[in-house]
């Protein structure tokens, strides 16, 4: 682990295996963290946020530093998506790109820290000024998933920073490698000790201590709306602070004058792209009825057509999912849609061809039709290579569907009529709606989710807000003290 500055033995003295999901076997061993290494973290983001360098820093200061970071995640974007990928299995030629972007989050940061203001208020009362200032929440724990660790840490990172928190990091316990790497070549660059601190470990023994620790003022938590939830009552009782970028059942809604070859190419992405383990996964196909044979047609000529195999090569489009139970589960909601009366016509089950490897864990990308969306396959989140494909009559029909989850994290609309996107964009009930695109993400874009999909935003201008307190400050100009057991 890293604390403080240094490497870290675990207190217990135990060490777990990381695997690669395309070799079905462990690659690398990662710290077996537990409640007296958390405590160690913590104090020391606590004692980093108080004393020493780091509160010292001018907020210019710290935006030159943030900007260092993003040229050293630039340098080392390659070695860094490789060990991603020895990691969760994504593919390489994915996950280069997401590191190659990510150090616009520390420029884009790294300039808005020392443009964080107060205000100066227009009181109603004579005799004194009163202003607002902003400063750190304090302590924040960040638990990211295993899908994209590195992308979803840096959301939350890079606005905690500007912003002057201090921060210990909970990675996967499936994808922790990356995490380490990157925060020892920030400690290299520069960042001073206690800043940044991780903590490696399972669920039960580090990221409930982190969620309760007294001394941690907000929780920023990516992965499942069941976890979200356990964190959000945890954190409740200490009134901490909390981010929550859950899970979705996004449609990608297709009507029929929507340029199809444009939409048969981001439905598959939708899906299909990541191996569907990513949380705005356009994992429900609605289709105008229409077109919607031709159309399915279409879709499943280009699934077909998916190469799978080795995340490393550049010809691979669809890798491994990353972890065994994930990959089991994918097979469970495969057998429950067609229990419930879905019919299969792509894929289905495990891949096993020679180009698949030996012991890696691969799902045929799978197409789903005859599905209702009452279906447990159209309302639960599956998090794999499946889409469910449901039809739809007209707008009001599909705005009805597309809203009957418990979800709203994501959508996507197709269509050339200008008016409809927009219409659609107003009544669909998701953080994101993407109109004739899918998948787009940027540093200046809030994302996140509606409903059971979250709490709170990340990326743009208002993330950093996420990791402010305000204060009002009164002074007395000159106004009489009048009687002391009257509230003025």
């Known amino acids: 682990m890293f604390i403080d500055g240094k490497d870290h033995s675990p207190s217990g003295g135990e060490w777990f295996p990381s695997d ?46 943030l900007r260092k970071l993003g040229d050293v995640l630039a340098e080392h974007a390659e070695e860094l998506a490789h060990l991603e990928v020895r990691d969760n299995g994504k593919l390489f030629a994915e996950m280069h790109a997401q590191l190659s972007y990510l150090p616009q989050w520390f420029y884009y940061y790294g300039g808005l820290a020392d443009k964080i203001e107060g205000a100066v208020l227009p009181l109603d009362k004579k005799g004194y000024f009163a202003y607002t200032r902003k400063e750190p929440i304090g302590v924040v724990g960040i638990i990211t998933p295993w899908n994209s660790p590195l992308m979803l840490l840096i959301w939350k ?27 020892r070549l920030f400690d290299a660059a520069g960042l001073p000790p206690g800043v940044v601190n991780v903590v490696t470990g399972f669920g039960a023994d580090v990221g409930s201590p982190l969620v309760e620790h007294p001394l941690v003022r907000k929780i920023s938590f990516t992965g499942s709306d069941g976890t979200g939830r356990f964190i959000g009552e945890a954190a409740a009782r200490d009134f901490k602070h909390v981010g929550l970028e859950l899970g979705g059942k996004s449609p990608n809604i297709v009507f029929a004058d929507a340029d199809l070859d444009a939409a048969v190419n981001g439905v598959v992405s939708g899906i299909f792209a990541a191996t569907g383990q990513t949380c705005l996964a356009g994992s429900r196909l609605l289709v105008q009825e229409s077109i919607h044979d031709e159309f399915v047609s279409r879709v499943v000529e280009l699934a077909r057509t998916a190469r799978m195999g080795d995340p490393m090569l550049e010809t691979t489009q669809v890798g491994p999912v990353t972890t065994p139970a994930q990959y089991r589960k994918v097979l469970e909601y495969i057998a429950i849609a067609k229990a419930e009366g879905a019919r299969v016509v792509c894929g289905g089950g495990p891949a096993d061809g020679p180009e698949c490897g030996t012991g890696g864990w691969f799902v045929q990308p799978t197409i789903l039709t005859g599905v209702d969306n009452r279906m447990r396959i159209a309302q639960e989140e599956v998090f794999g290579p499946v889409l469910a ?21 994501a959508a996507g609309v197709w269509t050339s009529d200008t008016g409809r996107g927009f219409r659609m964009a107003d009544r669909v ?8 695109t899918y998948r787009a993400v940027s540093f200046m874009a809030p994302f996140g989710g509606f409903k059971d999909s979250g709490i709170g935003r990340e990326n743009g201008s208002a993330a950093i807000e996420e990791f402010l307190d305000t204060k009002t400050v009164w002074i007395n100009t000159g106004a009489p003290v009048g009687n002391p057991f009257v509230i003025r």
Not at 389 to 409: K, Q, S, T, W
Not at 429 to 436: E, F, L
Request: hydrophobic content about 45%.
């Open 429 to 436: 009930r998701s953080g994101t709606v993407w109109v004739n």
């Open 389 to 409: 494909v449901i039809p739809f009559r007209d707008e009001d029909h599909a705005v009805e569907l597309a809203n009957d989850v418990r979800y709203g994290l």
């Open 157 to 183: 990172l890079a606005p905690a920073l500007a912003a002057g928190c201090t921060v210990v990091v909970k990675p996967s316990e499936f994808t922790s490698a990356s995490t380490l790497e990157l925060i």
């Open 20 to 65: 690669n999901p395309f070799l079905g076997s462990a690659w690398a061993r990662i710290a077996k963290g537990g409640v007296e290494d958390v405590d160690a973290a913590v104090r020391a983001a606590d004692r980093a946020l108080t004393s020493g360098p780091w509160p010292e820093y001018t907020a210019t200061q710290r935006g030159a530093l």
